[in-house]
């Protein structure tokens, strides 16, 4: 598959995420009044602008990487309960360590190549 096609289906995909049916009973869930949220992490109070919804289990593992569309779908379309409404001081730091792991995971992966075509 190109990727282009690949970007445009997992964009298209997360899009419609955002009207899910287990999302909006998340939202409702975190809902203190009208356009005030509470962050599942920290317990701070904010306006919807300031929050944002959150996998805690993340879409695409950072250890593992993308497998397939399957498992993409699987895990981004998920019930209430699997989603978490975060400040945006939170959402960043859950993501940047998520990142971290990726960063991490990469390097060693592009060093075991490395290692293997010195091997051959």
Known sequence: MKKEVKDHAIST?????????????????SRLGRGEYYCEECG???????SQ???????VDPVEGWKDFDTFIERLYIPADGWKRLCKP??????????????EQKAR????????????
Not at 53 to 59: G, K, Q, R, T
Request: with cysteine; hydrophobic share 25%; charged share 45%.
């Open 13 to 29: 995909l997360r899009r419609g995420s955002y009207r899910w049916k287990g999302r909006w009973e998340a939202e409702r869930r």
């Open 53 to 59: 919804m959150d996998h805690p289990i993340p879409v």
């Open 44 to 50: 701070i109070i904010g306006k919807k602008n300031h």
């Open 109 to 120: 992966t592009f060093s075991k190549k490395k290692k293997s075509k010195k091997k051959a």
């Open 90 to 103: 939170c959402h960043l730091d859950k993501t940047r360590i998520e990142n971290s792991i990726r960063k």
